[in-house]
């Protein structure tokens, strides 16, 4: 076989994996750097191999306790926006009503606006009301964008579902709560999980519209960008390489779980 053939029986592989090591490339940045001491302000340059930032991660004044409020409001805007979510995602497959092609569009209008205009309608928003803005200001607009990911995550799995599972639970004489906990939410579950991830990701990233409601409160993106105004200290690199390594670890475990589920599933048969 030829250098040639070879390219081209591979070629899907070897863009794949190219792709691949260009989106983890900033990974990989962040990782190194956050073993750098720097001499100066700005952590953009190597000097020298230290781990003076993973021994003191919380070093720098008002890092962590962003960080623990980013997290705070991720939580709680996920679980909103689930359940939430899940619900409008049931209700729009599974029931006729009134306006119901409207909803469907308007569920993708979080998606598809600017994020710089739904902070600044937002922020008009609270502001006739007479909110005063800080958590929950941001947990109302961070549940508000969220659930529109949970939708089309859960919507795109309900519809997917085979309705005859169902009927035959039923069948079977199990009740509605009984169907829904042993058949429905299970198949389901996929979906659901797709969608809160999402949202999770989204609520602790978000800067935008964050910080257009946010008033005096300052959250993990928001520090990172005032710290970069004025110096970027390499705990802010500690921080990322750990998020990105517990993201990792999660992806691994959900895999082996998936895989050990199958395998249970095929001795079974």
Known sequence: ???????????????GLLTLAYLLLPNVVVTVFSFNNPKG??????????TDAWRDPCGVAGLCGSLALSLQIALWATLGATLLGTLIAFALVRYRFRARGAVNS??????????VVMAASLLTLFLNMGAQLGFWTILIAHVM???????????ARVMSMDPRLEQAAQDLYAGPFQTFWRVTLPIAAPGIAAGALLAFALSFDD????????????TFPMFVWGSAQRGTPVQINVIGTAMFVVAVLLVLVSMAFTQHSKRRDRQKA
């Not at 076989?1 to 863009?15: D, E, G, H, P, Y």
């Not at 302000?41 to 230290?50: A, C, D, T, V």
């Not at 308007?106 to 994020?115: C, D, R, T, V, Y």
């Not at 800067?207 to 300052?218: D, L, P, Q």
């Open 1 to 15: 076989m030829t250098f040639v053939n070879w390219l081209k029986s591979r070629l899907v592989v070897i863009a």
């Open 41 to 50: 302000r700005f952590n953009y340059q190597w000097q020298e191999f230290s």
């Open 106 to 115: 308007l569920i993708f209008l979080p998606m598809a606006m600017p994020e």
């Open 145 to 155: 964008f969220c659930l529109s990911f949970v939708v089309v995550a859960v919507k």
């Open 207 to 218: 800067f935008i519209i964050t910080n257009f409601n946010a008033g005096s409160t300052v």
